[in-house]
């Protein structure tokens, strides 16, 4: 059971990056899936989460409008599609696997990847 992020890298202000998690092990399209991130000294938070079927997103407010998550139940797969990136996007990004309860709620689980750095600088 296990989850694999890539995707990651540098980019200038402005740029695009597509992250990409793939799950193994257990039944992809049971669980909601989201996105995290984190920065040295501060706590990891949600960027996005996706619903099981994929029907139902919510975003943190600083990323709407730039960033899409997506899923592929087929290929058990979700993406995180960062568009007009900005500086203080840079951080570690991480897949979990947890419980999407509505656009309002999600709930963490136990399963994440290793992370992928995401940088943004000129």
């Known amino acids: 059971v296990q989850l694999v992020e890539s995707g990651g890298g540098l980019v200038q202000p402005g740029g695009s990056l597509r992250l990409s998690c793939a799950g193994s092990g257990f039944t992809f399209s049971s669980y909601g899936m989201s996105w995290y991130r984190q920065v040295p000294g501060k706590a990891r938070e949600l960027v996005a989460g996706?619903?099981?079927?994929?029907?139902?997103?919510k975003y943190l407010e600083s990323v709407k409008g730039r960033f899409t998550i997506s899923r592929d139940n087929a290929k058990n797969t979700v993406l995180l599609q960062m568009n007009s990136l900005k500086p203080e996007d840079t951080a570690v990004y991480y897949c979990n696997r947890g419980i999407y309860k509505s656009s309002y709620y999600y709930e963490p689980g136990d399963l994440w990847g290793q992370g992928t750095q995401v940088t943004v600088s000129s």
């Open positions: 996706i619903s099981n079927d994929g029907g139902s997103t």
